[in-house]
């Protein structure tokens, strides 16, 4: 089966551009000129991957985000035409994937895409995980890839949940940042602060203070390390 993307564009020439590079790429593609068209696309269909321009008319791609995210753990990578840095820690921060100015090279969007679509589709192929993963107050479901904590169900993005279910995979571990983006980003190099963004976000949903987390801690010198009980020695 192909995977479907939605591609919210307003320049109906990027859109079109965006969209053949993708078709050769086996991907089945539809495409929204504005931020209202995509949330009206989605109300039709379900995508493996949402393709988000930032500067939209009407709601931006920041607004549609906030929005996308309160419902859906769909896969979202960010285009935007500013290169400011804001763009990037808020875009992460709201839950996209993944960030990429513009202009940008056709291969590298498709490579990016690739990724991604490995990620939401086959990341757990060729691994014995169980269905269901307990630890602490911390279930995660690998079929639904949802996440309860206690009897409370924690929203992830997929990138979210993706860093941790690595974790927990490999409690009382410390982790480099270096180390989490190769692991759960699939790449050697990039924007490391992009870690740091995601670990905020995961202590803001799981951690009853996010200031002084006793699940996912910083330990100095050593990097991150998840505690399951929350009550080893720190």
């Known amino acids: 089966m192909k995977a479907s993307v939605l591609v919210v564009e307003d320049t109906p020439e990027m859109a079109e551009l965006i969209c053949l590079y993708l078709v050769k790429e086996g991907c089945q593609t539809l495409t929204a000129p504005s931020a209202e068209a995509g949330f009206a696309a989605l109300e039709q269909q379900n995508y493996d991957l ?139 190099f990039g924007d490391l602060s992009a870690v740091g963004v995601y670990i905020q976000r995961l202590r803001r949903k799981i951690e009853a203070d996010p200031n002084n987390p006793v699940y996912l801690r910083t330990e100095r010198g050593f990097g991150y390390r998840f505690h399951p009980s929350g009550q080893e020695s720190r």
């Open 50 to 188: 949402v393709v988000l321009d930032i500067q939209l008319p009407g709601m931006d791609g920041f607004e549609f985000l906030t929005r996308f995210r309160k419902t859906s753990e769909t896969p979202v990578l960010v285009l935007t035409a500013r290169s400011e840095d804001e763009d990037l820690i808020l875009a992460l921060g709201l839950g996209a994937d993944d960030f990429l100015p513009k202009p940008f090279s056709p291969r590298v969007l498709a490579a990016r895409v690739r990724a991604l679509l490995r990620r939401r589709v086959g990341s757990d192929q060729g691994k014995a995980l169980p269905s269901v993963m307990n630890l602490g107050p911390f279930a995660l479901n690998n079929d639904t890839r949802s996440v309860t904590q206690g009897s409370t169900k924690v929203t992830l993005s997929a990138r979210e949940y993706d860093l941790l279910r690595y974790l927990l995979l490999h409690p009382g571990q410390p982790f480099r940042p270096q180390d989490l983006y190769e692991a759960v980003w699939g790449q050697a």
